[in-house]
């Protein structure tokens, strides 16, 4: 790498689950077992050490809250931001701090229809997460920058990262043919628990206030934070919104 080549990092979280057939062959969407959409938010910057130290300092504020500090029990430590357990005046708080906050963050979400996705994704957990995942990692993935992209995907096994990784450079690489683009990024992928930066706690965040308007026509957390995001692709479906078209 260039001393003077930018570099990027790349947070990613989903809301909903990859699963749609059990290993019995049971169709668990119908089954109303599993999600129906898989949504997976990407937080792109140039500093992921400010992002982190913005986001612990929320953390301490909300700590710190006499609003919040009566509510919380011993067994809630409120270690990191998850918007699927925590309280609802966490989440309204944090929210609102994603909408306000002045971090130089670019956040774009991708959204999958589980039923509507090819048969063979449809059977294949890991291959579906990851070419969703490819989908929305392809744009991103071609300046002439070193990016570090990081997948909150812990229990994942090694096999699966390896083949997660294959499947995204494999889309990066097609993407940058067909466009007649040089894929110029020297990419190197992590996979971390969420609660290890801030920025998987916000993708977290993000996606889950997009899986609420498809899964549960709920919009609340959305018209929050909708100003922060750029864009979201509704991908087979194949709808796009954005600010000027939004969702």
Known sequence: MNKDQKKSYLFLDESGKPETYSQKGINLVEAGTASKFLVIAAVKTENHLQLQEAVTEERLKMLRDP?????????????????????????????????????????????????????QLQRDTGRLYATVAGQLLKRFLHSEEQVEVIFSRRDASLKTRERLQLVVDTLRLDFAEKNKIVPAANVVYHHNPHYTHGGLQIADYIAHAI???YEKENRK??????????YVQDIFNKKSYSRGNPL
């Open 67 to 119: 609003s919040l500090t009566e509510k919380f029990s011993p067994a809630y430590s409120l270690n990191a931001f998850h918007a699927q357990t925590d309280y609802l005046g966490v989440k309204q708080k944090f929210y609102e701090w994603i909408r306000d906050n002045t971090l130089d963050l670019k956040i774009t979400v991708i959204v999958a229809e589980k039923l509507k996705a090819y048969p």
């Open 221 to 230: 957390w959305w018209e929050i934070i909708k100003t922060r995001v750029g």
């Open 211 to 213: 899986f609420q308007i």
